[in-house]
């Protein structure tokens, strides 16, 4: 079982920038694919972002650029910098891991956090 608990949101200017936390319990942290998911009001959840036990790196095209995933498995951490948000990455995001397939090719992470609200204005 793995607990995660992000943290990070907040309200911001368009073109500013923001760093989403996600802590992970449990040993094996390492081992899972951690990604980064969002959901807008209205629309569906959506992937953001994921980074592999291998080191594998997939970003959504819409987030190319501009934002970067990154962990440090001797803390169970997994970070996103967000730079240059725009209005419409307003969003709840949400820490998830599982496996490279059911992270990023499937979209169906085994666990996910509770999210964090993140408001760009413009």
């Known amino acids: 079982q793995v607990q995660l608990v992000e943290s990070g949101g907040g309200l911001v200017q368009a073109g500013g920038s923001l760093r989403l936390s996600c802590a992970a319990s449990?040993?094996?942290?390492?081992?899972?694919?951690m990604g980064w998911f969002r959901q807008a009001p209205g629309k569906e959840r959506e992937f953001v972002a994921a980074?592999?036990?291998?080191?594998?790196?997939e970003y959504a095209e819409f987030v190319k650029g501009r934002f970067a995933v990154s962990r440090d498995n001797g803390k169970n951490m997994v970070y996103l910098q967000m730079n240059s948000l725009k209005p419409e990455d307003t969003a709840v995001y949400f820490c998830?891991?599982?496996?490279?397939?059911?992270?990023?090719?499937?979209?169906?992470?085994?666990?996910w956090g509770q999210g964090t609200q993140v408001t760009v204005s413009s």
């Open positions: 998830a891991a599982g496996s490279w397939r059911t992270v990023v090719v499937t979209t169906s992470p085994d666990y």
């Open positions: 449990g040993r094996t942290f390492s081992t899972y694919t």
């Open positions: 980074t592999g036990s291998a080191g594998g790196i």
